[in-house]
């Protein structure tokens, strides 16, 4: 959830403000984008939604990071088994 600076949503007249689904406050509407929902189309205050992208972002580039580091394990695990089993056969 993002704070926003009050003083700075007073320089905006109400008339002039939109609630914002997200923040569950009323933004000024220049910063308000239409953003879809299950429910619908809210009103979303751009802020929320780049932070909301930064957020999965960085969520991707750790998963494919984990990924990465599970196919390296398995591949060494999988060399592993062939040495034993190739041990195995010398014996
Ligand atoms: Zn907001």
Redesign the pocket.
Known sequence: M?R?NDNYNREYAMSDMTF?Y??R?H?PSALMRRFRTRNGVRW??Q??IEAAARDVAERDAAGRLQSAMNREAARRLAHLAALVRSEDCVR
């Open positions: 993002l926003h914002c997200c923040c406050v933004h979303r205050c802020a929320s």
